[in-house]
């Protein structure tokens, strides 16, 4: 797109907005217009949230050695058979392994060496015995715990000398194969996998930094109108605060995009159309509010109807829904980066946002579209006394234990009552009201 073309509002095309597109017909033109985003290497943290796109191998085993799963001593199955605290197994502590040491004492006949839990097995070792199975060196009673400090060089000082074991212990008690957790060579994260907590540890055991995964989209939010003063400055007359754009950008993070908000840009088309030139270059996707109705300032309209073929295209269009009946989408500029124009009513530019943004920054992700919002039915115990013929309408809901009851009225500018919301009440197109009791779909925002 070129700030020096697209002047003026062109004859608008009649295939578009002649006629009421549906919910659905606007989704799927959305949805085919799509592509999931390039995968890029990112580092793991930066994954979190993102589809990998390569199966991750396990270069080295996991553990990668034995190593004792209790702090307590390393034995000789031999030498603690029969153990008990009338008849403890008397062992000499050759040693002391704290986790990551690299130097293992031999256990030998008679003897034991401290191990902490994570430590690796020293040789001859068979198996672990916790502390509390013996007097912890002390020559006294049942230890809790083990004897804080390492040994002296000189070999004196807590954990050397001799320790008292009252129970016997299996082979390879309390020890933690190499490889029994996941061997070299098996896939530890499968491509396709969403990365969460879990997964980014796994990654991180197996010593990978960074992973090829499709990212998130950088998300442009432009909101306009002339009336529009930033939060915290004084409004004048007939001026409102900017909330869409905060709005927006809340919900794009929250769709799982990087966000960028744009501060409102007047009704005026050539201050647009420059705006969105110089915030392509960081966009995957740009989500405008306002301007796209009948009015005589509809700047968003008024910049984007006319746009040239190499600008690219943007349909403006009546949907068969309330709220959000006008709406645009298309893609811009040199990469066609898909643009969807809002309504600028905060109602309909919030449930515009969850019906068609959402589902679409989580394709760009290569997500699926719908995977995380459920629809459910629910008891509508006070009706909807009307909503319009031949329109889908999305009121705002609470829902609690299977029963919705609406949230404020029908008008596009309750944003209190959109705060106060969990979820949509969907009252679909053929019906124009619904008795008290009846069942509704419920569109969970949360
Ligand atoms: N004659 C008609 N008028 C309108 C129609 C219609 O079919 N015929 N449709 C109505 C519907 S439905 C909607 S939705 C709105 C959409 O209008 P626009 O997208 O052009 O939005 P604006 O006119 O710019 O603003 C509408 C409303 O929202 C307030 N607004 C806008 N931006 C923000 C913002 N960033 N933060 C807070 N509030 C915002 C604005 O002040 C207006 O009150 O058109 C109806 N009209
Ligand atoms: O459709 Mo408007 O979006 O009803 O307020």
């Known amino acids: 797109m070129s700030t020096s073309t697209g002047t003026g509002t062109p004859p608008a095309t009649t295939a578009d907005t002649d006629r009421l597109w549906s919910v659905d017909e606007h989704l799927d033109d959305i949805l085919g217009k799509l592509r999931p985003l390039e995968p890029i290497e990112l580092q793991l943290l930066d994954a979190q949230g993102c589809v990998l796109v390569e199966d991750v191998t396990v270069p080295a085993a996991l553990p990668p050695f034995d190593n004792s799963s209790m702090d307590g001593y390393a034995v000789r199955v031999a030498d603690v058979e029969g153990a008990s605290e009338e008849f403890p197994a008397v062992l000499t502590i050759v040693g002391d392994i704290a986790a990551g040491s690299g130097e293992l004492p031999a256990v030998g006949p008679g003897e034991a060496v401290r ?61 933690r194969d190499r490889g029994s957790d996941v061997g070299a060579g098996e896939i530890a994260v499968r491509a396709g996998t969403v990365l969460g907590p879990s997964q980014i540890g796994l990654l991180a055991a197996i ?37 869409n754009s905060f709005m927006l950008t809340a919900c794009a993070r929250d769709a799982g995009a990087i966000a960028y908000r744009v501060g409102a840009v007047d009704d005026e088309p050539a201050t647009l159309r420059s705006t969105l030139d110089d915030q392509l270059v960081r966009a995957d996707a740009v989500v405008t509010s306002g301007g796209v109705s009948v009015g005589a300032y509809d700047v968003v309209k008024e910049a984007l109807s006319g746009l040239t073929a190499e600008e690219g295209r943007v349909s403006f269009r009546r949907l068969a829904m309330q709220p959000g009946k006008p709406q645009g989408f298309g893609r811009i500029g040199p990469d066609r980066t898909p643009l969807f124009a809002l309504p600028g009513n905060p109602v309909s530019a919030y449930v515009s946002f969850e019906l068609f943004v959402r589902p679409a920054v989580r394709a760009l992700m290569g997500l699926p579209p719908f995977g995380d919002r459920r629809t459910v039915r629910a008891v509508c115990p006070q009706g909807v006394a009307s909503s319009p013929r031949g329109r889908r309408q999305y009121l705002r809901g609470h829902y609690a234990d299977g029963r919705v009851t609406t949230v404020g009225g029908a008008g596009s500018h309750l944003v209190k009552a ?29």
């Open 207 to 243: 010593g990978r930094a960074s992973v090829t995964v499709r990212p998130r989209p950088r998300v442009v939010v432009v909101s306009t109108g002339s009336e529009l003063v930033p939060p915290g400055e004084a409004l004048t007359a007939g001026r409102i605060h900017d909330s």
């Open 418 to 446: 959109l705060a106060d919301a969990n979820a949509l009440i969907v009252v679909p197109e053929n019906v124009t009201s619904l008795a008290a009791g009846a069942e509704v779909d419920v569109v969970l925002l949360d």
């Open 115 to 175: 191990i902490m839990t994570g430590a690796p097995v020293p040789p001859g070792a068979e198996a672990v015995v916790p502390v509390e199975w013996t007097d912890g060196g002390t020559g006294g009673g049942r230890a809790d715990a083990m004897t804080a400090g390492r040994p002296a060089a000189d070999g004196d000082g807590p954990g050397l000398g001799e320790v008292r074991v009252h129970r016997p212990a299996a082979a390879r008690a309390h020890i």
